[in-house]
């Protein structure tokens, strides 16, 4: 009987357990639930969106995405960017994950922008349920509240729209997904020692490192988490510490192997401190945009798409920001070090937060832009793990010394509610900005009047705007569009006098689009010296003259163009026109032939010819030239016209060739539009 008796309290409490096991799976459940639901309402307002900033590097327009899944072995071997321009070629980066999913999705979805946001929301729902299993993990003496309360603060921070709402930053939180999943896999290996759980941290943390190389401060982050959270060996800590490093050697230097040299251009609208070599001024400058940092976590406005120079001035220890900034900052890593021996929340949020956002603080390596919304993301997980200690002690008051097992109350939701509540709503807000290009310039450009390069590209954007206006609907832009293009370069003019780009945009604004060519002129003068390698203000310049009908200046430009880059089919096109209005269609011919060795692919210089000896009577020379065209590229009207040039002459086996070439042709065209 006694026997039964016992049986029977064991049966009950197992039975009790399996039924606090099951209750908690449940809450589990409920709780990611809630977590999915709070992104979609922070973020299915860019579901909407189109493409915006930068998205064309790895979305819509790139080329390698254009193809596919069929480029993802391309897209592994490539750099993240390259292109050629005006200024020559720019190669750099190694970044394939983000622009392998786009390629993916190019293939299921075609050109979709609303389904890339809506992945793009997924990934944060992905980030939001892996980052709260893992608090659960590293604060599992405390209520799960807690844990709860850091996740939300850091989904609804309005500095993350950056990253969710702009395509072009998936990359970013691709990277700390993978950050997170190493994060996962080492604390198993710390608590099980099984090697299986260090090759698959390993391949996470490679995986997002190949994504963008922002996670690089997981070096240190990966022992720190496992230090404070843990009670891991010297010899796994060292493993861990390893394997990191691995990654970071082959992330880094692997592609170095099969890929060319990088060309990145380090200009000075980008960041000043690339041309700076006094460190003290570096170090002072980069405390300044620490400073920065810290205040948009606190409040997170205004939110800008760009900075660069001169948003945030080079300064010495003598500007009383740089100061300030110093020993705030020191004195928050005093902190984190007297409490580190404790093994204090309050020390570890510090140092992550100072780790993770060190890498941009400039000190060491200047970063694009001096300072980025973007740069935050990683860094503002330690904020919100302060915040959500501060919440709790505030509660608590000095009664607990730690906050273990402390339960949710009312005053606890009542200041998380104060923190969510404006977050979300600016969050949300923020979204909207994000819609477009357009969208994005207009909201921001009020508070970037210090911003070289932000109005440059502002203006740009209405030149491109107004050009395509022009194109589809036959008429110029208004006056008052005019108008703040000329504002917007000249602001850009004011902080940079020799800016290229504005002098360039200015002087295409007067010849375009006001027909002021002793404007335009000086402009494109002024340009052309800033920047002599750059041909795009000697192209302009040869427009001009060919409007004022000077034709000797205009042949100057274009020959200056040929001299610095010999690349330029444009050029030889129009030095093609000049020489045969002046009769010398020797050298018009000579220039079309010299344009097909450096564009294999296009007619023009063919059909050019042909038409040359058509002016001069001479139709046998000039058939010859348009089927020459024809090989090149069909073109209906012409096989028409070759149609009817041998209808005419009786060769009717050539006749019902083009004819039959022309249909083919018109059937393709006829295809790709209806597409």
């Known amino acids: 009987m006694a026997g039964k008796i016992v049986v029977d309290k064991f049966t009950k409490k197992e039975t009790s357990k399996r039924a606090m096991r099951t209750k908690s799976d449940r809450s589990h459940l409920y709780i990611l639930i809630f977590l999915a639901a709070f992104c979609l309402l922070l973020y299915a307002n860019t579901i909407p969106n189109d493409y915006s900033l930068d998205d064309e590097l790895v979305t819509w327009t790139n080329p390698q995405v254009s193809k596919g899944i069929k480029a993802l072995p391309e897209i592994f071997t490539t750099f993240y960017y390259q292109a050629s321009g005006n200024v020559g070629t720019i190669a750099f980066g190694y970044r394939p994950l983000a622009k392998a999913t786009f390629a993916i999705e190019r293939s299921i979805f075609g050109v979709n922008p609303h389904i890339s946001h809506f992945i793009n929301i997924l990934l944060y729902i992905a980030t939001a349920w892996l980052l709260y299993l893992i608090l659960r993990r590293l604060f599992r003496q405390s209520h799960w509240i807690f844990p709860l309360t850091i996740t939300l603060i850091f989904l609804a921070h309005p500095l993350h729209t950056e990253v969710v709402a702009s395509l072009k930053n998936r990359e970013e ?79 880094q230097l692997g592609p170095m192997l099969f890929l060319p040299e990088p060309i990145h251009s380090n200009a000075l609208v980008e960041n000043p401190l690339y041309l700076e070599k006094n460190l003290m001024t570096r170090v002072a400058t980069g405390f300044v945009g620490l400073l920065h940092y810290l205040g948009l976590l606190f409040w997170p406005s205004p939110l800008l798409f760009y900075y660069g120079y001169d948003m945030i001035p080079v300064a010495s220890f003598a500007n009383p920001v740089a100061f300030f900034s110093l020993i705030l900052h020191l004195a928050l890593l005093a902190i984190a070090i007297v409490l580190f021996r404790k093994k204090h929340i309050l020390s570890y949020a510090i140092l992550f937060y100072l780790v993770s956002i060190a890498m941009y603080s400039n000190i060491l390596v200047p970063v694009v832009g001096i300072v980025g919304d973007r740069f935050a993301y990683i860094a503002s997980l330690g904020f919100a793990i302060a915040i959500g200690w501060i919440i709790f002690r505030i509660v608590q008051g000095k009664s607990r010394k730690t906050i273990s097992g402390y339960k949710p109350s009312a005053g606890i939701i009542i200041l998380l509610l104060i923190i969510l509540i404006p977050y979300c709503i600016v969050t949300i807000d923020r979204n909207k900005d994000w819609k477009n290009l357009t969208t994005l310039y ?55 006098p020799d800016y290229y780009d504005a002098l360039n945009g200015l002087g295409t604004v007067y010849s375009n689009f006001l027909g002021d060519y002793k404007r335009a002129i000086h402009y494109f003068e002024a340009a052309a010296r800033s920047n002599p390698n750059n041909v795009a203000a000697y192209i302009n310049l040869g427009y001009v003259y060919r409007e004022l009908e000077n034709n000797e200046k205009a042949l100057e430009c274009y020959h200056k163009v040929l001299a610095i880059d010999s690349t330029k089919v444009k050029a030889y096109f129009k030095l093609a026109e000049i020489y045969f209005e002046m009769g010398d269609i020797a050298t018009a011919t000579r220039m079309n032939i010299l344009a097909t060795r450096f564009d294999s692919y296009t007619n023009v210089p063919y059909i050019n010819i042909g038409n040359y000896h058509l002016l001069n009577r001479d139709t046998l020379d000039a058939v010859e030239w348009y089927e020459k065209a024809v090989e090149k590229q069909p073109d209906y009207g012409l096989c028409m016209k070759l149609y009817m040039h041998y209808s005419k002459e009786g060769d009717l086996q050539k006749a019902n060739y083009y004819r039959q070439m022309s249909e083919q042709t018109r059937n393709l065209t006829k295809k790709t539009f209806d597409k």
């Open 173 to 251: 939180l691709l990277a700390f997904l993978g950050a997170l999943g190493g994060m996962w896999f080492f604390l198993d290996y710390a608590n099980s020692g099984k090697i299986k759980h260090i090759l698959l941290g390993t391949f996470c943390f490679l995986l997002g490192y190949i994504s963008k190389s922002s996670i690089m401060p997981f070096l240190l982050i990966y022992p720190l988490t496992l230090y404070f959270f843990t009670d891991v060996k010297s010899r796994q800590l060292v493993v861990i510490t390893i394997v990191s490093l691995l990654v970071f050697i082959i992330a």
């Open 442 to 496: 207009e909201a921001d450009i009020p508070y970037l009047e210090r911003s070289v390069k932000a109005n440059t590209q502002y203006a740009g954007n209405l030149m491109y705007n107004a050009f395509n206006i022009a194109q589809k609907q036959g008429r110029l832009p208004s006056l008052e569009n005019i108008n703040k293009m000329i504002k917007h370069y000249n602001l850009s003019l004011k902080i940079l």
